[in-house]
């Protein structure tokens, strides 16, 4: 009998667990849409900005929301970043996630901008773009971006939510000088999560 007890409620709580995490997703994308959609934020053209719906996404997947383990640089770091453009672009390696997915041992550095840590509200903000397998095909050529914060460390691990990968400016705009992902942060595997491709006119 208690063992039934037990079977049940953990699924009552992985119910509750994948409920809460597909609330938070939904958020994610109502948010990145919204933005899109305002001219204050917006990468569009005013033309684009009017045929803009919503983006396409990979379906929510649990899966993807993976805990890594963290290592924290050694020292400082300066990275040079090419660009889109001709400009380059300044990072400092904060450190590397080590994780699997689908069977395969992977990691990705984790960088911080010197500029952007000046600001306000940014101070704690990390990036981390990266290029997989999907990309030219299901999603942006030039790779995708993660958004991710000092809070989302915790000790030696560190949590990354693919599911919240979205295309730089770049893959919408001609207007925008996006950092490349560095060819360390270059996965072999597809990652079928977070925002897809979305074809508009430069």
């Known amino acids: 009998m208690k063992t039934t007890i037990l079977i049940a409620l953990s699924f009552v709580f992985l119910g ?3 409920q ?8 994610f994308q109502q948010e990145l ?9 917006t990468p569009l053209s005013k033309k684009n900005r009017r045929k803009f719906k919503k983006h396409p996404f990979f379906p929510i997947n ?3 929301k993976v805990k890594a ?3 924290r640089a050694k020292g400082i770091e300066v990275i040079e970043f090419p660009t889109s453009t001709d400009r380059m ?3 400092v390696k904060y450190g590397v ?5 689908d069977g395969e041992d992977l990691s990705l550095n984790i960088y911080q901008s010197p500029d952007v840590s000046k600001m306000e509200g940014y101070e704690d903000y990390l990036f981390l773009p990266f290029k997989d397998a999907t990309n030219g095909k299901e999603s942006y050529g030039g790779g995708r971006y993660m958004d991710l914060r000092l809070g989302d460390i915790e000790g030696e691990t560190i949590t990354l939510d693919f599911n919240k990968a979205y295309a730089p400016y770049c893959a919408y705009s001609g207007n925008f000088s996006c950092p490349v992902p560095p060819r360390d942060n270059h996965l072999m595997v597809p990652i079928k999560a977070g925002v897809m491709h979305l074809e508009m006119p430069h």
Do not use: G
């Open 20 to 27: 809460s995490h597909t609330e938070e997703i939904q958020a």
């Open 16 to 18: 509750i667990n994948d």
């Open 69 to 71: 383990t963290f290592e």
């Open 62 to 64: 649990a899966d993807y």
């Open 33 to 41: 849409n919204d933005s899109y959609k305002d001219k204050e934020k």
């Open 89 to 91: 672009a300044t990072y």
């Open 97 to 101: 996630a080590t994780f699997s997915l």
